[in-house]
């Protein structure tokens, strides 16, 4: 009696754990939404690592404008009074997947597609880099529901 107790315990300890997963990998939601992003270049000297006064981030779209329609056109950013270049956009597509239970989500941001480049007086531009590359995708954080911050560091030399 007790051996057949005991073969029915590990039986249930080792199946619902298998049911519980195999439920919550078998249902997913997929889903399309919007957030806002705030991104935030923060420009520093290459040797000393301290911010640069006077700083603008050029912006080259590549086919699309972030709020994703329209003409592309390009931007120019100025610093703020802290060094750093703020821009806010509404409403960039995001995606994402829930399981069924809830124990997995992801969530993705769809990147404006821009090349951009960091100048300032008495430094030398920085080359045209890629925002929407997995080096940035990674450096996105959510704030909130409706709301994610990517802070984009760029280096300068001086002259």
Not at 22 to 31: H, I, K, Q, S
Not at 45 to 52: G, K, Q
Not at 97 to 121: D, H, K, M, V
Request: glycine share 6%.
């Amino acid at each position: 009696m007790t051996r057949r107790w005991l073969l029915w315990a590990c039986l249930i300890v080792v199946t619902l754990p298998l049911l519980v997963w195999g439920y919550d990998r078998l249902l997913f939601n997929y889903w399309v939404g919007s957030t806002d992003i705030e991104f935030e270049f923060v420009v520093a000297d290459a040797d000393t690592n301290s911010h640069v006064p006077g700083v603008t981030i050029e912006v080259q779209p590549v086919d699309r404008t972030p709020e994703g329609g329209g003409e592309a056109s390009e931007l120019v950013l100025v610093a703020d009074e802290t060094g750093a270049v703020r821009k806010l956009f509404r409403d960039v597509t995001c995606t994402g997947e829930q399981s069924g239970l809830r124990l997995t989500n992801s969530y993705a941001i769809c990147l404006p597609r821009w090349w951009f480049r960091a100048t300032a007086p008495g430094y030398q531009p920085s080359p045209r880099l890629f925002l929407d590359s997995k080096e940035y995708e990674q450096r996105l954080q959510r704030v909130d529901s409706h709301r994610t911050k990517l802070v984009v560091p760029v280096t300068l030399r001086k002259v």
